[in-house]
């Protein structure tokens, strides 16, 4: 089973700064089938990037997936108000496996 | 536009049985694949099972194999949970999701039905 950890767990920012989050996994992730969630509260969570980098349909450009193997990443350029949140990566593969979520929280 | 709507969710004690249903509307039900994930208040997401778009093949994780049944009626264009002998701990919200273009990138969620178990 592969394990994700997500770092850092809460990311403090001001609107306007870039963020990158990151996500490692215990063993390569074949095929990079590594995607990207956003959830804010009180909702349920909306697909950002499959396939590692692949933006969902519908999702702003300042989102940008990256990486291969064990080591992937999720920047957001220039933090809009309505990008705080917890982000979860995940692979997928085998049995679905969430990252236990990185907060992006207003500083 | 795909929607997802979930029910059945409620209070039951410890033991008991409860059975969720998703109204799927807005696309092709019988040709996608579908799965259930749940979040625990305040907790992070967990995958809990998948059946295919012909219901012919399912899965489920280790922490509900033997107690819960994901089925569905393509006629219907519904998807259902049965939750059988719970626990405490499988106090959560459950969603229902839709597969996209493979089984694991969630594209499409409802907005979930809350689970309490509790006596």
């Known amino acids: 089973e592969i394990v994700l950890t997500q770092s850092p767990g809460t990311l403090s920012l001001s609107p306007g700064e870039s963020a990158t989050l990151s996500c490692r996994a215990s063993?390569?992730?074949?095929?990079?089938?590594l995607a990207w969630y956003q959830q804010k509260p009180g909702q349920a969570p909306r697909l950002l990037i499959y396939?590692?980098?692949s933006r969902a349909t519908g999702i702003p450009d300042r989102f940008s997936g990256s990486g291969s193997g064990t080591d992937f990443s999720l920047t957001i350029s220039r933090v809009e108000p309505e990008d705080f949140a917890v982000y979860y990566c995940q692979h997928y593969g085998g049995s679905p496996f969430f990252g236990p979520g990185t907060k992006v929280d207003i500083k | 536009e795909v929607q997802l709507v979930e029910s059945g969710g409620g209070l039951v004690q410890p033991g008991g049985s409860l059975r969720l249903s998703c109204a799927a509307s807005?696309?092709?039900?019988?040709?996608?694949?579908m799965n259930w994930v749940r979040q625990a208040p305040g907790k992070g997401l967990q995958w809990i099972s998948y059946?295919?778009?012909?219901?012919?093949?399912?899965s489920y994780a280790d922490s509900v194999k033997g107690r819960f049944t994901i089925s569905r009626d393509n006629a219907r264009n519904s998807l259902y949970l049965q939750l059988n002998s719970l626990k405490a701990e499988d106090t959560a919200v459950y969603y229902c999701?839709?597969?996209?273009?493979?089984?694991?990138?969630?594209?499409?969620w409802g907005l979930g039905t809350l689970v309490t178990v509790s006596s």
């Open positions: 396939g590692a980098s």
């Open positions: 807005g696309f092709t039900f019988s040709g996608s694949s």
């Open positions: 063993q390569s992730v074949s095929n990079s089938y």
């Open positions: 999701v839709k597969d996209f273009q493979r089984w694991g990138i969630f594209g499409y």
């Open positions: 059946v295919s778009s012909s219901g012919s093949t399912v």
